[in-house]
């Protein structure tokens, strides 16, 4: 995904876009969001009903819910039609695979009492509503445990390829319980780390970040060796005797909708 800033009506396409072709390499590339969606696995609820993985993508996390959970009713939901064609292709149709928007969820009012989201709603451009349609697709009582990132995400390849824009352009911490309280839920417990993964290469770095479906060069852009080089040589200068380091600032949410 190109991280820079697109016009609002272009930006969803492009989302879809990217994450339908990341699609087939995400699992195997996609190791920091699977670290990351264990601590919010850890914090899930002992029983529910009905449940959506919001932002599903290859359905990995979909299917553990379904064997957590096995009484209920499973909804993967994502924007990206070929990332639900991969996960029903592997996990099959004891899932619902749904296309849809966070932002305008396809359900009626208090259809879940348990939501699941790892690493989603960062792609979101209008955060508000989409705690607005959390709060109005929960039942009364039910949970939304999430994760997302926040500013500082991405710092060392932003810095590598002195491009300030390839920064998520995510909301902070105090614009997401903002955000919370203006839809009505309560926010019940946050926690915000930073979490750093380490890469042997530069090549190794930008093939996790292609791979889950972000990508730092512009728009049908060609890289110059010598900007190649560069990149390299800054990101070298950063290097960690554990690796070239990618640092992921993370928020989880525990959130509820009043009984």
């Not at 070929?82 to 592997?90: D, E, I, N, P, S």
């Not at 614009?175 to 290469?201: K, M, N, Q």
């Not at 989880?252 to 009043?258: A, C, D, F, G, V």
């Given at each position: 995904?190109h ?12 989302v ?12 195997a590339l ?6 990351i ?5 850890s914090?899930?609820?002992p ?19 379904a ?13 990206a ?5 991969h996960a ?15 932002a ?15 690493l ?7 955060i ?5 349609e ?16 926040l500013?500082?995400?991405l710092?060392?390849?932003?810095t590598?390829?002195?491009r ?24 019940v417990?946050?926690i915000t ?5 380490y ?6 770095v ?11 060069a ?5 890289l ?6 560069a990149?390299r ?6 290097r960690?005797?554990q690796?070239?380091?990618?640092s ?7 959130l509820?909708?009043?009984?």
């Amino acid at each position: 995904m190109h991280l820079t800033t697109m016009p609002a009506p272009n930006w969803q396409a492009k989302v879809a876009h990217a994450f339908s072709r990341a699609a087939p390499r995400y699992d195997a590339l996609a190791s920091a969001q699977r670290q990351i969606g264990e601590t919010l696995w850890s914090s899930l609820p002992p029983s529910a009903d009905n449940i959506l993985d919001l932002g599903c993508g290859t359905g990995v996390w979909t299917q553990r819910l379904a064997t957590q959970f096995p009484q209920a009713h499973v909804t993967g939901l994502d924007i990206a039609p070929g990332m639900l064609t991969h996960a029903q292709a592997r996990y099959g149709n004891h899932i619902r695979w749904q296309q849809g928007d966070a932002a305008a969820l396809p359900f009626e009012r208090s259809t879940f009492d348990l939501v699941f989201s790892n690493l989603a709603i960062q792609w979101c451009r209008d955060i508000d509503t989409v705690m607005r349609e959390l709060q109005r697709a929960l039942t009364p009582g039910g949970q939304v445990h999430l994760t997302t990132l926040l500013p500082g995400t991405l710092a060392e390849v932003a810095t590598a390829w002195q491009r300030p824009e390839a920064l998520l352009q995510t909301p902070n911490a105090l614009a997401l319980e903002r955000a919370v309280a203006l839809s009505g839920l309560t926010l019940v417990d946050h926690i915000t780390e930073w979490r750093r993964f380490y890469y042997p290469d530069l090549n190794a770095v930008m093939a996790s970040i292609k791979g889950v479906g972000a990508q730092v060069a512009r728009p049908k852009a060609r890289l110059t060796r010598r900007e190649l080089a560069a990149a390299r040589e800054r990101f070298e200068a950063l290097r960690e005797p554990q690796g070239l380091p990618v640092s992921y600032h993370c928020i989880t949410l525990h959130l509820e909708k009043s009984p």
